[in-house]
């Protein structure tokens, strides 16, 4: 079973749509928890954390379940340049000591003008 | 602020070859380096996290010998892949972290393609 899941879509929705994601990780030693957003053949950009009492940043919204090791993002009132792939990241301490982040596959948005 | 670099953006090497990429935090003293790989279609995969001065950790099925990384100053980490072959051939993206409790702030990545 993969760390982190995640569907990949696509997801085409139209734009000024309500668009929710999900992701179910599998460690419960995990610690912090991110969405990140990947646009094609560039690297990731952190686009918001994550807590269990959720939070908001504009017209996204973040939500953890500790207790069903679920995450969701919502994206309200969706712009052309939300179209990218929206990857679900898990972080814990390692064996070793160090800090891992762990990423989903991700999950393809297009937006339909 | 939090600008990381990295050199090569692309390349292209013949099987047998070894490539040099290069990551750079540009405005900050970073501790920890990570080098990940991203094949199409699938995940950022973490292949090794650096610290400054120390030898490099691999994950497991990362073979250190095939893939060198040095961090030997506080802004600059490379990463050698040694005798490439077209298996290789991926998208390779560095983070830098000012500390542990900071944000990694990825670099733009080096597309690797070995012919």
């Known amino acids: 079973r993969k760390e982190v899941e995640q569907d990949p879509g696509p997801f085409n929705v139209p734009e000024g749509a309500t668009v929710a994601f999900n992701c179910t990780y599998s460690?419960?030693?995990?610690?912090?928890f991110f969405w990140y957003r990947q646009d094609c053949r560039k690297e990731p950009k952190l686009l918001m954390s994550?807590?269990?009492s959720g939070n908001e940043d504009g017209r996204f919204t973040a939500q953890l379940n500790r207790a069903s090791q679920y995450i969701s993002l919502l994206i309200r009132d969706s712009k052309l340049s939300d179209s990218a792939t929206y990857l679900c990241v898990v972080n814990r301490r390692t064996n070793f000591g160090n800090e891992k982040l762990t990423f989903g596959t991700g999950t393809r948005l297009t937006i339909i003008p | 602020g939090a600008v990381v670099s990295q050199h090569p953006s692309w390349v292209i090497c013949k099987s047998g070859t070894s490539v040099k990429i290069e990551c750079r935090s540009l405005d900050f003293q970073a501790t920890t380096m990570f080098w990940y790989r991203q094949f199409p279609k699938q995940s950022l995969m973490l292949m090794a996290t650096s610290n400054e001065g120390s030898k490099a950790t691999y994950e497991q099925g990362v073979e250190k010998d095939k893939f060198l990384i040095n961090h030997a100053s506080l802004t600059l980490s490379t990463l050698t892949v040694t005798s490439a072959h077209p298996e290789d051939s991926s998208f390779y993206i560095c983070s830098a972290r000012p500390g542990l409790n900071y944000e990694q702030y990825f670099g733009p990545g080096t597309r690797l393609t070995v012919t």
């Open positions: 994550v807590y269990s």
């Open positions: 460690n419960s030693a995990s610690q912090s």
